[in-house]
């Protein structure tokens, strides 16, 4: 995200929709690892992240689901 938000980041605007894909298989990884701790830490950083390109004047978000596994 810091790259993406970076000096050289794209235009965007309170016009602008924003799609975050929640990854199934980092959450696959944290359950049979058994460090479920990990999802904490992954909402965490999606919350920052969507903080973030609010500040910068996002205005819409698509945030997709977790496929049911």
């Given at each position: ?6 000096e ?11 799609i975050?894909?929640?990854?199934g ?6 359950i ?7 999802i ?15 500040i910068?004047g996002?205005?819409?978000f ?6 049911d596994?």
């Open positions: 995200m810091s790259t993406f938000l970076g050289d980041h794209p235009k965007i605007g309170i016009d602008d929709i924003v975050v894909s929640i990854g298989n980092d959450i696959l990884s944290s049979y690892s058994g460090h479920t701790d990990n904490d830490k992954a909402i965490d950083s999606i919350i920052a992240n969507l903080n973030s390109l609010y910068k996002v205005g819409s698509i945030v997709s689901n977790v496929p596994f």
